[in-house]
């Protein structure tokens, strides 16, 4: 895959010169090491975003990084949907013969994947975590598990443990998805954004203008965003029933934008839900679009940002929003209360609360200080914690001890 070359001293403004030099040195022991990178999909999510800015960096500061995709067919990824619900805690049904398509797809990818010429193996979510099984293991192999996985359906997991036994670390990206009865060594790495992405840079007035008309999506009024996935993890219809509160009381719109990931089947049906609902109301946008320009512009312009999931695993438009000094509305889940912080960034309220979630967004819309000050902060919170140089960090110190045992 050919990836644009971004070098660490592209961030210096952002982070400063001591946490490049840092960098540099965490990596002067890994000149040469080869890694492979292995995830299911190329776009549409996290996980491939943040692939594409960190193994080019990678590769800047010395590791020969690369990036392999698990290609399956629709059948693979309705398995592998059901499996990433299960490690969120819904009940499912998984057939035996939806377990062994699973496994063949991995058995088939692993004999011709080039695992035998790099050093290091990183896999990522489930979609491909059995392959370990089908070669021979001479190398240390690290899962990247970015789902929340604090309470997952006990069934599903005592299928996928023996897998998971295999690798030699587990990487996660809160402690509170650190799996108690799982004896491999479970590290904690929050993800981050990168500022100098399309999704992140900075945009001038003029384009945030274009993008907008683009889409035709007036200036008008407030906005309120949200950017995520049609999945009912999101809860994009509990963000339809906050608008439609807030909209009793104030004149506002409501831009829901998300787009269809490859490896997710259920996206095109949680659409239709949420346009059904949409449609018996005036200002919701429904945008379907991978266009990174437009969901930052869109985060710019929002006076409000949400982000109401039941699950998540992290949820990056948090820190983008934020970066972006947009304050978040969002649920107490997974790694989002890492980002936001209750009455400083932003407001926590439960999953389902649509009534507090409202009521905030009203108190953010009718406060323009309020919205400006707690964006400031949020800003400097992404800044301290959630940038990619400390991402590409944390992995250097992981990847020097786990191969250097």
Known sequence: MQLESLGIERYLCS??????????????????????????TFHGGGVAGMLNSLVPLFNDVGI????????????????????????????????RREMQSYLSVNQAFARYSPISHHNLMIVHDPQPLPMIRYRQKNVPWIWRCHIDISAPDEAIWQRLKPFVLRYDVVVVSSETFRQPDLPVETAIIPPAIDTLSAINRDLSESTIDAELAKYGIPRDKPLIVQVSRFDKWKDPTGVVKVFQRVK???????????NMASDDPE????????????????????????????????????????????????????????????P???????GIPLQVIDGQTGY????????????????LLKDESLRT??????????????????????????????TRT
Request: glycine residues 8%.
């Open 328 to 334: 978040v509305v969002a649920t107490r889940v997974g």
């Open 373 to 402: 000050d707690l964006g400031a902060r949020g800003r400097v919170h992404v800044q301290e914690n959630f940038l990619m140089p400390r991402l590409l960090l944390d992995w250097l110190k992981l990847i020097d001890k786990v």
């Open 267 to 326: 996206g095109p049906m949680i659409f239709k839900q949420v346009a059904s609902l949409a449609s018996q109301m005036k200002d919701v946008h429904l945008i379907t679009e991978t266009d990174p320009l437009l969901v930052n512009a869109l985060q710019r312009e929002a006076a409000v940002v949400m982000q109401l999931s039941s699950k998540e695993g992290f949820g990056l438009t948090v820190s983008e929003a934020l970066w972006k000094g947009t």
């Open 15 to 40: 982070v400063g010169a001591e946490a490049v030099a840092d960098i540099f040195r965490a990596a002067r022991r890994l000149y040469g090491l080869r890694i492979l990178a292995i995830n299911s």
């Open 348 to 363: 926590l309220v439960e999953p389902g609360d649509y009534d507090t979630a409202a009521e905030r967004v009203i108190r």
């Open 64 to 95: 020969n990084a690369d990036w392999n995709l698990l290609y399956g067919d629709p059948a693979l990824f309705h398995v592998t949907k059901k499996l990433h619900n299960a490690l969120q805690g819904e009940k499912i049904s998984l057939s």
């Open 248 to 258: 009793q009381e104030l004149d506002c719109r409501l831009i829901m934008l998300g």
